[in-house]
Antibody, heavy 118, light 107 residues
């Protein structure tokens, strides 16, 4: 059974870069047909898609975050990552990674609460 | 951006009864809709994709319907473990958005 395990800091200073890694176990990110994505959930709010990557490097981003986001895949480590630059308090959220194909994110990582604070 | 509007925001239902949750898209998204269940402190769990296909391991009491702009998630006979927040999500031309969620609470 595939599992996605997230890692990365839970505290980032304003104006700095948020970096998270999602390691895939029980399957390969090089599988065709699937993308690998990041979603976040601000406290008490709904889910927001951030961006997704195909193992060959094709990426798609939420237009509202596109100027600050990079999602990339590392097939040698079976991982994919998220970088969000110039963070502010508005970026404080629980960040999730997930595999997806079309309108179906499954499975999900355990979630990482990232607070933006000095 | 395609907006997904869920109603009601909160739904109070007694165990054993039926729950009907709605999701409306701001434009035609055909059948590109998924439904998720989320419990406190947990990641969302995929229930339904393609508007009406149950994900692996999802009980048969969960069903999805609709196409175009109006979609429904129905839970036929509520169990105690079903009380949670439910969110819809659409995929259209790589513009992925989620609804704000419906909180299903015990009446």
């Amino acid at each position: 059974q595939m599992q996605l395990r997230q890692s990365g800091p839970g505290l980032v200073k304003p104006s700095e870069t948020l970096s998270l890694i999602c390691t895939v176990a029980g399957g390969s990110i090089s599988s065709s047909s699937y993308y690998w994505g990041w979603i976040r959930q601000s406290p008490g709010k709904g889910l927001e898609w951030i961006g997704s990557v195909y193992y060959r490097g094709t990426t798609y981003y939420n237009p509202s975050l596109k100027s600050r986001v990079t999602v990339s895949a590392d097939t040698s480590r079976n991982q994919f990552s998220l970088k969000l630059i110039s963070v502010t308090a508005a970026d404080t959220a629980v960040y999730y990674c997930a595999r997806h194909r079309g309108a179906a994110f499954d499975p999900w990582g355990q979630g990482t609460l990232v607070a933006v604070s000095s | 951006e395609i907006l997904m509007t869920q109603s009601p925001a909160t739904l109070s239902v007694s165990p054993g009864e039926r729950a009907t949750l709605s999701c409306r898209a701001s434009q035609n998204i055909y059948s590109s809709v998924a439904w998720y269940q989320q419990k406190p402190g947990q990641a969302p769990r995929l229930l339904i994709y393609g508007a009406s296909t149950r994900a692996t391991g999802v009980p048969a009491r969960f069903s999805g319907s609709g196409s175009g702009t109006d979609f429904t998630l129905t839970i036929s006979s509520l169990q105690s473990e079903d009380f949670a927040v439910y969110s819809c999500q659409q995929y259209h031309d790589w513009l992925i958005t989620f609804g704000q969620g419906t909180r299903l609470e015990i009446k």
